[in-house]
Structure formats: C-alpha cells, structure tokens
C-alpha cells in the first residue's frame, strides 16, 4: 500500500465564487423532515440571491434497490417538491444527477483519494446496512465519496442540508483537502461549508422522539409526508406521542422531553419562530391546546406545497423541461471541473 508522495500541506484559500448545492435521493415519499431541515432551506438561501444547484440524486438511491418504473416516477416527485417549495428554475439550477455524467467520473477518482478507514468510520453505512453488511451493495459503501463527487464537481462553498449529513460533509471537506494536497494544487478545491444548523435540523418522528423523521420508517404515522392531504396531517398530529406534562416555559426544560421538544421545533420552524417564542405563547398549556394548532399551521404551510406539488405531477412536461434545462446547465458547470482534475491527476486526454 502507498500513500500519495506529497506531504506538505497545501493550505492555500480558495479563491472561486460562492456557490450553493444539495440534493435530495429519489428514493421514497418526501416528508417534513426534508422539507424544514432542506426543502425550505434552499429557497431561503435562493432567496438571498445565493447561486444554488439541487439535483435528485438517483445515482445515490440505486445503492439499495429501487422499481426502475418507481424511480422515475420518484425522481419527477423531488424535482416537483423543488419547484412547489419555491425553487425557481430560473435562477437556481434544478437537475438529475445520473443526467450529469461527470458525477460518476469524479466519484471513481475521489474513490483512489478517500481512505478504507475514512468510510469505515460512516455511521449511516452501519445503520442501513444493518446486520447483514455483506449482502450491501459496494455503491451503499462509496456513498459518501459519490457525494462528495456531488459537491466538489461544482466547486459549491456551502451546502444546505440536515444535521444526518453532517459526517458526509466532514468526508468531502476531507477528500477536498487531500486531493489538493496529493497533487500539489491549492485552493483548487474549496472546503465546503456545511449548513446542517437550520431552525429544524434534525426533526424526529412523531411516534418516538429518539428516532429520526425518516422515509423508511415502516410506520406511515411516524411521519407527515409532503402528500398527506389535510385530513391525515391532522390525524397524525392528533395521534403524536407525547407525555402527560404541560408545554414548559423554558428550552432548557425540553431536553428531557424529546417528544414535547420536537413538537415545539416543527411548529417553531414552520413559524419562523425561535422556540423560546412558541414556549412564550403556549408554556403551561397542555397538548390537547397545543396540538390543534400545530396541525393547523402544518396544514396551513404544507398545503400549498402540496396542491402545487399535485398540479405538476398530473402533466410531467414542465417538470421534465426543468430537469433537462438543468441538465444542460449543470453540465456546463461540471465538465470544465472535470477536464481540470482529469489534467492534474494526469489522464491522457489528447
Ligand atoms: P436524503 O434524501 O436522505 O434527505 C434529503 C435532505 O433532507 C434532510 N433530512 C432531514 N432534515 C431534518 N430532519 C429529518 N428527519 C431529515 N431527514 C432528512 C437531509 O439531511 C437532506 O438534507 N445523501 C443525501 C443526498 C445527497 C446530497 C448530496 C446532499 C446526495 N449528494 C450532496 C447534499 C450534497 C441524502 O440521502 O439525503
């Protein structure tokens, strides 16, 4: 086994434009969990005139199986929950990531540059793998490094998502670093900063409050999925778990109470509230008060999301025109990346 040759640190400052990017995985029903800890969070960053990439990331769902019909139907969701959510194709650039062929190009550079132990150290890798990691697919392994592909292929500076990718932005920071420095070429590289902070970062599901929102949680009442008419929403909310206290008046006194303190932050964030301002107006009542007006606001914020959602799925034309102008100007964006690294790692290219 040896090591790259170069072992001086390269530290020079990136010095390109700053740029935003995430994705989402086309593998399931979006949820709330997505939509504040992401979905919101991208079009505030847009909103800020922040220049920003959000692809579907169906390269990265087909690490565990998926229904090919499914996952073109899947990948059409996410684009229509981009569009819905108030992304504008227009300003940001909305594509599928297998669409873009320098992803997968990238990926298999950035899988000689990450370390073994690097991705032995990959908490999501343990926990969807389970107890059978044998029988994972290879792709479910080098995850991490295709995301960092993802990333790094755009030079982005700064990426939006929830507190679960965290590690998965330490590793891109990561393979930036070592790429730079292996092949003598500082700053080529940004660091990317991760935004895993938002007002919702990591929201739980409603059926324990120690277990993330997830798409592949087997129980529907877990969580709100941006599909749910208002009639579920309401359900759902109704049937949340929580204890027999009153709401606190104090963050301090959430900690103890995962289940009251994920109520609180979903109802703060659909508010643009701080949580100390949901505590201010509802501190000492019970749930029977407090629950019927988080699901009014849930409705409130979801269905319009919802209604434009189902508007753009009934015809999928605008959503396929998006996602190939997209396409097309992503891969403007990549290719001259790629060309770069294909010159510093020393590909014969004619
Ligand atoms: P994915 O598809 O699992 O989730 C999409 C986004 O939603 C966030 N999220 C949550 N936020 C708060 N609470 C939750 N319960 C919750 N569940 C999910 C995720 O953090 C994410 O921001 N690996 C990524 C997709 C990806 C990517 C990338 C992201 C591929 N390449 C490059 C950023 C940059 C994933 O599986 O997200």
């Not at 769902?61 to 990948?75: G, M, N, S």
């Not at 990561?174 to 092949?183: G, L, P, S, T, V």
């Not at 592949?216 to 759902?236: C, E, F, M, V, Y």
């Not at 434009?308 to 959503?319: G, N, Q, S």
Request: aromatic fraction near 6%; glycine fraction near 6%.
């Amino acid at each position: 086994m040896s090591d790259a040759p170069n072992s001086s640190p390269a530290p020079a400052a990136y010095a390109g434009p700053r740029r935003v990017l995430s994705g989402i995985q086309a593998s399931g029903a979006l949820h709330l969990g997505n939509y504040l800890g992401a979905l919101k969070r991208f079009t505030q960053l847009q909103d800020t005139g922040a220049p920003c990439l959000l692809f579907v990331a169906d390269l990265h769902a087909i690490t565990v199986w998926q229904d090919p019909a499914l996952l073109t139907a899947q990948t059409r969701e996410i684009a229509a929950a981009y569009l819905a959510s108030g992304l504008d194709p227009a300003r940001s650039i909305i594509f599928p990531q297998s669409a873009v062929r320098a992803h997968a190009d990238l990926a298999w550079i950035f899988n000689c540059v990450a370390r073994l132990g690097w991705l032995d150290r990959m908490t999501q890798f343990k926990e969807k793998s389970g107890k059978h990691k044998e029988r994972s697919s290879v792709g479910l392994y080098t995850y991490p490094v295709l995301q960092a592909a993802d990333i790094l292929l755009y030079k982005a500076t700064e990426v939006p998502t929830g507190e679960d990718q965290k590690q998965h932005l330490e590793l891109t920071r990561d393979i930036a670093a070592k790429f730079n420095n292996d092949f003598n070429a500082p700053g080529f590289f940004p660091l990317p900063e991760p935004l895993t902070q938002g007002p919702a970062p990591r929201v739980m599901s409603l059926r324990d409050g120690a277990a993330k929102m997830s798409k592949s949680d087997p129980s529907d009442q877990s969580r709100i999925n941006l599909t749910d008419d208002a009639d579920t929403i309401l359900a759902k909310v109704r049937k949340a778990k929580t204890d027999p206290e009153p709401l606190p008046e104090t963050i301090e006194a959430l900690d103890a109470r995962p289940e009251a303190k994920n109520l609180v932050t979903i109802y703060a964030a659909l508010a643009d509230l701080s949580r100390e301002q949901v505590l201010a107006e509802f501190g000492g009542q019970g749930f029977g008060a407090f629950k019927p007006k988080l699901a009014d606001l849930a409705v409130a914020s979801m269905a319009p999301v919802t209604a434009e959602m189902r508007r753009l799925m009934a015809d999928p034309t605008e959503i396929d025109r998006v996602l190939k102008d997209g396409a097309e100007r992503a891969t403007a964006i990549a290719d001259p990346v790629l060309d770069d690294v294909k010159q510093i790692v020393g590909f014969w290219r004619g």
